[in-house]
């Protein structure tokens, strides 16, 4: 290293593991134990090994670590669409769940969520220095969007299934839409109309038939139920469409961006909600709180997901068993954009 007066200077040596244990006074195991963010060292003892560590600027080498344990400390993440409300809440949560157990995050976006595009991501990864998958590619109908094996790498799917090969994690999408639905009927609507996710969403086809299901335990009629694309505009559209069935009394939306724009279509057309027609959605986004009126919604527990992902993960990681399907309970957010139906001057006969 070059000085100001042009003098070369002999490059610090970096601080090693022997440099750290004397400092502290402990064995360089003790060290190794902290450095690998092990649990069998002493608060005290550990405080002190961090203080030397920082002192001495010292940085643990983990490619020479991984070297020796075959382990990166690495988690693979594919995803499709940050865009996507669910997608972003889950990511947040598997990147804070992975930085409290020590490991760093390489991320894969794909273009669509095709066959092809899944491989090819699988593949790039399978080249880098990962331990394991976890994958936030939702299945589509006829997709073949499926996980294959990576090596003896481990992968978690984040998705509404459990016909894959590897561990799945996700909401109870059936019972959210059970439990929405549920709620309608015993304020008193005869029935209740159904803004669905797109066709191809596996998510969708369940909240569909929760919706469908409870419908028919009840006996009420079905009405045919329009599909949007979780999109705001694609619940503006079908809300006018639905603003103009004077019988319509209440509206389940498969999220809450579609509800949104399910209420101002339904505001422009005059129809009062929650007086003339109670809507619901289903996610819990934290703007649903803010909605004119505050939006009646499912509430998925996204960081519980992506947590739950990256312990199964990291569980297989480590050499415990593989999990399996795991499900997250949702739970119904009453707020006021549902009333009880005997305020709907058209629910009265």
């Given at each position: 290293?070059?000085?100001?007066?042009?003098?070369?200077?002999?490059?610090?040596?970096?601080?090693?593991?022997?440099?750290?244990?004397?400092?502290?006074?402990?064995?360089?195991?003790?060290?190794?134990?902290?450095?690998?963010?092990?649990?069998?060292?002493?608060?005290?003892?550990?405080?002190?090994?961090l203080?030397?560590?920082?002192?001495?600027?010292?940085?643990?080498?983990?490619?020479?670590?991984?070297?020796?344990?075959?382990?990166?400390?690495?988690?693979?993440?594919?995803?499709?669409?940050?865009?996507?409300?669910?997608?972003?809440?889950?990511?947040?949560?598997?990147?804070?769940?992975?930085?409290?157990?020590?490991?760093?995050?390489?991320?894969?976006?794909?273009?669509?969520?095709?066959?092809?595009?899944?491989?090819?991501?699988?593949?790039?990864?399978?080249?880098?220095?990962v331990?394991?998958?976890?994958?936030?590619?939702?299945?589509?109908?006829?997709?073949?969007?499926?996980?294959?094996?990576?090596?003896?790498?481990?992968?978690?799917?984040?998705?509404?299934?459990?016909?894959?090969?590897?561990?799945?994690?996700?909401?109870?999408?059936?019972?959210?839409?059970?439990?929405?639905?549920?709620?309608?009927?015993?304020?008193?609507?005869?029935?209740?109309?159904?803004?669905?996710?797109?066709?191809?969403?596996?998510?969708?086809?369940?909240?569909?038939?929760?919706?469908?299901?409870?419908?028919?335990a009840?006996?009420?009629?079905?009405?045919?139920?329009?599909?949007?694309d979780w999109?705001?505009?694609?619940?503006?559209?079908?809300?006018?469409?639905?603003?103009?069935?004077?019988?319509?009394?209440?509206?389940?939306?498969?999220?809450?961006?579609?509800?949104?724009?399910?209420l101002?279509?339904?505001?422009?057309?005059?129809?009062?909600?929650?007086?003339?027609?109670?809507?619901?959605?289903?996610?819990?986004?934290?703007?649903?709180?803010?909605?004119?009126?505050?939006?009646?919604?499912?509430?998925?527990?996204?960081?519980?997901?992506?947590?739950?992902?990256?312990?199964?993960?990291?569980?297989?990681?480590?050499?415990?068993?593989?999990?399996?399907?795991?499900e997250?309970?949702?739970?119904?957010?009453?707020?006021?954009?549902?009333?009880?139906?005997?305020?709907?001057?058209?629910?009265?006969?």
């Open positions: 290293m070059r000085t100001e007066s042009g003098e070369h200077r002999p490059r610090r040596r970096e601080a090693s593991i022997d440099d750290v244990a004397r400092l502290a006074g402990v064995s360089g195991q003790t060290v190794s134990r902290v450095a690998n963010g092990r649990t069998n060292v002493g608060a005290a003892t550990r405080e002190r090994v203080a030397a560590m920082r002192e001495l600027g010292y940085r643990p080498n983990t490619a020479a670590r991984a070297l020796r344990s075959g382990k990166f400390r690495n988690i693979g993440v594919v995803v499709f669409t940050l865009a996507s409300y669910g997608n972003l809440r889950t990511l947040e949560a598997v990147a804070a769940a992975a930085t409290d157990r020590r490991y760093t995050l390489t991320l894969t976006p794909l273009a669509r969520p095709a066959e092809a595009e899944v491989s090819a991501a699988l593949d790039r990864l399978g080249e880098q220095a331990d394991g998958v976890i994958m936030l590619v939702e299945s589509r109908q006829g997709g073949g969007v499926e996980e294959r094996p990576l090596r003896d790498i481990p992968v978690v799917v984040v998705d509404s299934r459990a016909v894959h090969r590897s561990a799945v994690v996700d909401t109870d999408q059936y019972e959210g839409a059970r439990l929405v639905t549920e709620h309608l009927l015993q304020l008193g609507h005869p029935t209740v109309a159904h803004l669905a996710g797109p066709q191809d969403s596996h998510s969708a086809r369940l909240r569909l038939r929760g919706w469908r299901d409870t419908l028919l009840h006996r009420c009629a079905v009405p045919e139920p329009i599909h949007g999109y705001s505009d694609s619940g503006y559209s079908a809300g006018r469409t639905l603003a103009a069935e004077p019988e319509l009394t209440a509206v389940f939306a498969a999220n809450d961006q579609m509800a949104l724009g399910v101002r279509a339904l505001a422009e057309a005059g129809r009062r909600v929650p007086e003339d027609v109670s809507v619901a959605g289903f996610d819990d986004m934290p703007e649903a709180r803010n909605f004119i009126p505050p939006l009646t919604t499912v509430h998925q527990d996204f960081t519980s997901v992506g947590r739950t992902a990256v312990e199964a993960l990291v569980q297989e990681i480590e050499g415990g068993p593989p999990a399996h399907y795991q997250i309970a949702p739970r119904l957010v009453v707020r006021d954009s549902t009333a009880p139906a005997a305020v709907h001057p058209t629910a009265r006969g």
